[in-house]
């Protein structure tokens, strides 16, 4: 059984910074396909950024340019560095696994066996 853990979430201004961070217990990474979730109130839970079992990533179009996922083999960590954060990034963050079809880029939530509890990153102008 593998447990997610998040952490690194917050209330910060516009423009301004946050590293999420994802443990995993139980189980290490490798072979996994990992990937951050948000879910805004009101809204579907969306596939923010994702990288495969062979190190390929994948973003959505909102946050490309602003976000980085990566991942620490080693320490089972998974990060997301968010860079000039914007008041539509608000939203309750999740990280996500699978080991099915791991080298296909995927960013829908049922291709996700494997979750976090989630954490929260509040923006404010």
């Known amino acids: 059984q593998v447990q997610l853990v998040e952490s690194g979430g917050g209330s910060v201004q516009v423009g301004g910074s946050l590293r999420l961070s994802c443990v995993a217990y139980g189980h290490t990474y490798m072979g996994f396909r990992m990937a951050w979730f948000r879910q805004a109130p009101g809204k579907e839970r969306e596939g923010v950024a994702v990288?495969?079992?062979?190190?390929?990533?994948s973003y959505t179009d909102s946050v490309k340019g602003r976000f980085t996922i990566s991942q620490d083999n080693a320490k089972d960590l998974l990060y997301l560095q968010m860079n000039n954060l914007k008041p539509e990034d608000t939203a309750m963050y999740y990280c996500?696994?699978?080991?099915?079809?791991?080298?296909?880029?995927?960013?829908?939530?049922?291709?996700?066996?494997?979750w976090g509890q989630g954490t929260q990153v509040t923006v404010s102008s």
């Open positions: 990288i495969s079992s062979n190190g390929k990533i």
């Open positions: 996500a696994a699978d080991l099915r079809r791991s080298w296909l880029l995927l960013r829908n939530e049922s291709d996700y066996n494997y």
